[in-house]
T-cell receptor, first 111, second 113 residues
Framework: SQQGEEDPQALSIQEGENATMNCSYKTSINNLQWYRQNSGRGLVHLILIRSNEREKHSGRLRVTLDTSKKSSSLLITASRAADTASYFCATDGTGFQKLVFGTGTRLLVSP | SAVISQKPSRDICQRGTSLTIQCQVDSQVTMMFWYRQQPGQSLTLIATANQGSEATYESGFVIDKFPISRPNLTFSTLTVSNMSPEDSSIYLC??????????FGSGTRLTVV
């Protein structure tokens, strides 16, 4: 399977804590993207990091990419209950436009 | 970025019947993508739909089961044919909104009884 792996599968934290999710993938990529999905609804794009970038920030989100290890991490700082959702990484392989999604991390942030 | 209107949002269908899902995009796009998300699972690409040509299906998905239409650059349909309970999933359409990432429809939650 081309699907990437994410860990942990589930993460439960308190409001104000940081949440870190990791993603590993298998093939060369153009970019890696992170998405959020609330309660089985449509996905919302969070951040895109290109293969020649190592770190990117967007508000409370920080993404790192290590192409030598074929891995990425998503850090959500100062988490809020509203951050409760499933988070997926997705890769856009070189020469292709279709996304391949990771297995996902279910994040629960308790008030 | 593009806005996608997907419908129906949910449906409960009898086994053996078919359901057609529609996605309307507010701008012209070359490719549209259809995904399936089985309960508690990640997204799996079903097929890529180009306007004016047959859809390209991923391994494990066939046209007879998931026929796709793409009559113009803003619209596509996915039909789930001869449904069984194993087809119960969320189905999502998507377009490439780069450089801002992909845009997804709100999903169709299908339950087959």
């Amino acid at each position: 399977s081309q699907q990437g792996e994410e860990d942990p599968q589930a993460l439960s934290i308190q409001e104000g804590e940081n949440a870190t999710m990791n993603c590993s993938y298998k093939t060369s990529i153009n970019n890696l993207q992170w998405y959020r999905q609330n309660s089985g609804r449509g996905l919302v794009h969070l951040i895109l990091i290109r293969s020649n970038e190592r770190e990117k920030h967007s508000g409370r989100l920080r993404v790192t990419l290590d192409t030598s290890k074929k891995s990425s991490s998503l850090l959500i700082t100062a988490s809020r209950a509203a951050d409760t959702a499933s988070y997926f990484c997705a890769t856009d392989g070189t020469g292709f436009q279709k996304l391949v999604f990771g297995t996902g991390t279910r994040l629960l942030v308790s008030p | 970025s593009a806005v996608i209107s997907q419908k129906p949002s949910r449906d409960i269908c009898q086994r053996g019947t078919s359901l057609t899902i529609q996605c309307q995009v507010d701008s012209q796009v070359t490719m549209m993508f259809w995904y399936r998300q089985q309960p508690g699972q990640s997204l799996t690409l079903i097929a890529t739909a180009n306007q004016g040509s047959e859809a390209t299906y991923e391994s494990g998905f066939v046209i007879d089961k998931f026929p796709i239409s793409r009559p113009n650059l803003t619209f596509s349909t996915l039909t789930v044919s001869n449904m069984s309970p194993e087809d119960s999933s969320i189905y999502l359409c998507s377009v490439d909104g780069q450089p801002r990432g992909y845009t997804f429809g709100s999903g169709t939650r299908l339950t087959v009884v």
